[in-house]
C-alpha cells in the first residue's frame, strides 16, 4: 500500500508542538485555485469536514483531507 501523507522528521516535529499548544489539529487542503490550494492547519473542532472532503491518511496523529 501506498502512503498518500508523509512528513519530513522538522514537519513531525512541528506537528508534535502545535498539537502540544493547540490539543487535536487537522490539516486540509481545498481542491480550489489560489490561496484556497494552500494546506491549512486548524484546531480539530475549528473546521467542518464536508461530504465531499476526502481523508487521505494521518500524519504525525493528525488527519490530513483534500477537497
Known amino acids: ?6 512528513a519530513t522528521p ?16 487537522l490539516f486540509h487542503q481545498s481542491g480550489g485555485c489560489c490561496d484556497g490550494s494552500s494546506p491549512m ?3 480539530a473542532g475549528d473546521f467542518r469536514i464536508g461530504a465531499g472532503d476526502i481523508h487521505l491518511g494521518d500524519v504525525g ?7
Open 10 to 25: 522538522s514537519a513531525l516535529a512541528l506537528i508534535a508542538e502545535l498539537s502540544a499548544e493547540y490539543g487535536d489539529i
Open 41 to 43: 492547519c486548524y484546531p
Open 61 to 67: 496523529g493528525a488527519p490530513v483531507y483534500i477537497g
Open 1 to 6: 500500500m501506498v502512503d498518500r501523507v508523509v
